[in-house]
């Protein structure tokens, strides 16, 4: 893939709606629907409150517009009806979460450093070089090329980048230290002092 065609791929979708549904459906994994009614969609718009602020008939428009794009997969089986997000969904959907992550600063540091050290193959450059980007967004510093520190618990967020690139632990590790050696340049650059 192309940095172009990536560059692409990596863009937000101009719908809020779409965002909300597609991530909404990400956590939800599956959603079936009594199929007693043809108003199905109406009846899952009932169950998610965020999804009140947008107008019912657009909410509708980006259902039928996601599965048109081949996003979600709607299915029937028996008496009812399952919608789930195809790869392509995921995909997008996964783009979102990736997009709004954000590393939580607590009341009170724990003094442990969180160290990213990521031996991420040339076949994969794409990916190396958007995950390092990725960590500059989150506030990471790099201490080498490869390895970049944070000083709060950023596990969970590590993880879905790691799923989400498609990568492994030999490819991504974190590490937890408590003494990394003189480390008053890194408090002053966080803020720790």
């Not at 172009?4 to 909404?24: C, G, H, M, N, Q």
């Not at 995909?91 to 050290?117: E, H, N, T």
């Amino acid at each position: 893939m192309g940095i172009r065609k990536y560059k692409y791929y990596f863009r937000k979708p101009k719908s809020e709606i779409a965002k909300d549904v597609l991530t909404w459906l990400l956590i939800a994994e599956a959603v079936y629907i009594a199929a007693s009614s043809p108003y199905f969609v109406k009846n899952l718009i009932e169950n998610y409150k965020k999804w009140k602020r947008y107008p019912k008939k657009k909410i509708y428009d980006t259902f039928y517009s996601l599965r048109k794009q081949g996003c979600l997969k709607i299915e029937r089986k028996g008496p009812q009806i399952y919608i789930s997000l195809t790869e392509k969904g995921k995909k997008k959907a996964g783009m979102f979460q990736i997009d709004s992550l954000k590393i939580k600063r607590p009341k009170k540091w724990d003094k442990k450093w969180r160290i990213v050290i990521f031996d991420i193959s040339e076949l994969k450059k794409i990916h190396r070089e958007a995950f390092r980007g990725k960590l500059k967004e989150l506030g990471f510093h790099p201490l080498q090329k490869s390895v970049w520190i944070h000083p709060f618990d950023c596990q969970a967020e590590i993880e879905l980048l790691r799923e989400f690139f498609g990568l492994s632990e030999k490819d991504i590790r974190l590490i937890v230290a408590e003494d990394i050696g003189d480390d008053r340049k890194l408090r002053r650059i966080f803020n720790l002092d």
